[in-house]
Nanobody, 122 residues
Framework: QVQLVESGGGLVQAGESLRLSCAAS????????MGWYRQAPGNERELVAT???????NYADSVKGRFTISRDNAKNTVYLQMNSLKPEDTAVYYC????????????????WGQGTQVTVSS
């Protein structure tokens, strides 16, 4: 099986920074897309940022210029550097990965982490 474990959430004041990490473990041959999503109370889960294996990144308009997604393929890990945090960034942040589990099968699977709380006070 595959597990994604997130870390780095917490309580910060507006304008401060946090760095989230998400490490995948288990039966993994290759990870294609890594991403971060978030869900605030009463809202649907929304995309924050994604990173493909060829280096292409994509960001929600609300975080462009403040958040940076990066990845370490050797460590099966994705990061989200969050700067200039705002109260509206408060949410549970989830990492997601699309991966191929074994060499002989090109089937890809989507996995999610358990979520980490980010709270930004004004």
């Amino acid at each position: 099986q595959v597990q994604l474990v997130e870390s780095g959430g917490g309580l910060v004041q507006a304008g401060e920074s946090l760095r989230l990490s998400c490490a995948a473990s288990g039966s993994i041959f290759r990870i294609y897309t890594m991403g971060w999503y978030r869900q605030a109370p009463g809202n649907e889960r929304e995309l924050v940022a994604t990173s493909t294996r060829d280096g292409t990144t994509n960001y929600a308009d609300s975080v462009k210029g403040r958040f940076t997604i990066s990845r370490d393929n050797a460590k099966n890990t994705v990061y989200l550097q969050m700067n200039s945090l705002k109260p509206e960034d408060t949410a549970v942040y989830y990492c997601s990965m699309t991966l191929q589990r074994i060499l002989l099968s090109k089937t890809t699977y989507d996995y999610w982490g358990q979520g980490t709380q980010v709270t930004v006070s004004s």
